[in-house]
């Protein structure tokens, strides 16, 4: 057993936008916290870096729903922290066929949850977007203000920054090889890096994002079907005279279409090869679908029902070790209110007012696809 390692309240293991808002978060509340970080903080290898997230209360999901409408009270909260801004506000504009599941269900939880919108048909669409924006005669458009645009390596900055400023010790070129537990129930962990450096920790949040199925594999035994995915973000040019027709302060929204392809954006565009045609007909040629002017590469780290894991690791690890993973290529904008529910659980073994039950690890024991969806 290592007796001179360093002794901290929090561990936090991942140094992406989930683990840094979590050291915020736990930092804030007066914890000793030490954030590790494998490469250099800010590095591009991950999830979390690059120039646009988007934000949309549009959910299929309440449980989301809710974590979003928490996140932007967050945003706005360490924004005012920190003294400059990372989120932007915009209207959010869902489209898809009349007879799509997932818009009908979208539609349903904006009435349930009482968010102001409209749903529009074609030719109110092209009136609302003056033409910028163009949806075949058998689809519809949700249109509401709960959206908006995140710069990510910005808003991880900001939370490194202010966990800081909370007296957090941030190291990168640290990765974690070993989180072994000490002692009886609830005496905490040991995690030692890749260099030999070890730090004790009353409790261990572990956000490694596409790392995480081996990190926990290694350290637990436990199988997460958390699998990394390679994925590329493409970033398109609007023709000179439009530009400033797609402009976020021109009233451009962000959008999610949830026609074939499924595509989420502003200003950013995924699969390039399937979405020329797309861009051509939604934006009225005036946007160059050509090529995109620049590709950068991301991960994904997805889970067969593409819905969070928040929980505790249990085991031999008891309450001492939570792990935050699979978010599945839509978790930034609730970064916030991941990060708060991942210091309540490390520090009190449960969260405020969320039902963990849709994030629960063991939910793909009984069912390895995990939750059951309806649409
Ligand atoms: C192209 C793309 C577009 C997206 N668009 C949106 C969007 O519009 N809206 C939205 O809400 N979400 C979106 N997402 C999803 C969102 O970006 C991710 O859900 C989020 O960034 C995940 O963050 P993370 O902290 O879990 O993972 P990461 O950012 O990958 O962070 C994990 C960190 O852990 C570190 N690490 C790993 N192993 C170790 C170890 N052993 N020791 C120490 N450190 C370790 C890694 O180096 C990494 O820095 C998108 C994702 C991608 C890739």
């Known amino acids: 057993m290592e007796y001179s390692a360093q002794q901290f309240d929090i561990i936090v293991i991942g140094a992406g936008v989930m683990g840094s808002s979590t050291a915020y978060q736990t930092s804030k ?11 250099d903080f800010l590095h591009h290898l991950g999830s979390s870096h690059g120039e646009s997230r988007t934000i ?34 915009a209207h959010q504009f869902d489209m898809g066929p009349s007879d799509s ?8 939880i904006c009435r349930k949850k009482s968010l102001p919108h409209r749903v529009l048909n074609s030719q109110q669409v092209a009136q609302q977007f003056s033409g910028r924006i163009q949806i075949p005669e058998n689809w519809v458009g949700l249109y509401l203000d709960k959206g908006g645009v995140i710069k990510p390596s910005k808003a991880v900055s900001m939370f490194q920054t202010l966990a800081l400023k909370n007296g957090a010790v941030l190291k990168d070129n640290s990765e974690v090889k070993e989180i072994k537990k ?26 490694v994002g596409a790392w995480t199925r081996k990190l926990v594999k290694r350290v637990s035994g436990v199988e997460l079907p958390i699998q ?13 005279e439009h530009v400033s027709d797609y ?19 502003t200003p950013s565009f995924e699969y390039p090869g399937l979405i020329k045609e797309w861009i051509e007909e939604r934006f009225s040629g005036r946007v160059d679908s050509s090529e995109p002017v620049m590709t950068q590469l991301c991960m994904y780290s997805m889970t067969p ?9 249990g085991g031999e690890f008891g309450k001492d070790v939570v792990v935050g993973g699979g978010f599945s290529g839509h978790g930034f904008k609730m970064a916030p209110a991941v990060g708060t529910l991942l210091a309540d659980l490390a520090l009190t073994g449960e969260t405020k007012g969320l039902d963990l039950e849709y994030f629960r690890i063991g939910r793909f024991s009984d069912n390895p696809k995990g939750n059951v969806k309806h649409y």
């Open 29 to 39: 509340r007066g914890q000793k916290t030490l954030l590790l970080e494998q490469y």
């Open 56 to 89: 949309r209360a549009t959910y299929p999901d309440d449980y989301y729903t809710d974590l979003v409408l928490d996140s932007y009270a967050l945003w706005e909260q360490a924004q005012s922290e920190i003294g400059y801004k990372v989120y932007y506000k």
């Open 101 to 108: 599941e997932s818009l009908k269900a979208i539609i349903a």
């Open 182 to 207: 000490t002692g009886g129930e609830n005496d905490g962990v040991l995690v030692v890096t890749a260099s030999g450096e070890s730090f004790r920790g009353k409790k261990c949040v572990v956000t």
């Open 228 to 240: 990394p995915l390679e994925t590329t973000v493409s970033y398109w040019r609007i023709k000179e």
């Open 247 to 265: 402009a976020i302060d021109n009233g451009f929204p962000s959008f999610a279409s949830y026609g074939d392809p499924c595509i989420y954006g």
């Open 305 to 313: 029902d593409e819905d969070f894991v928040l929980d505790l690791l």
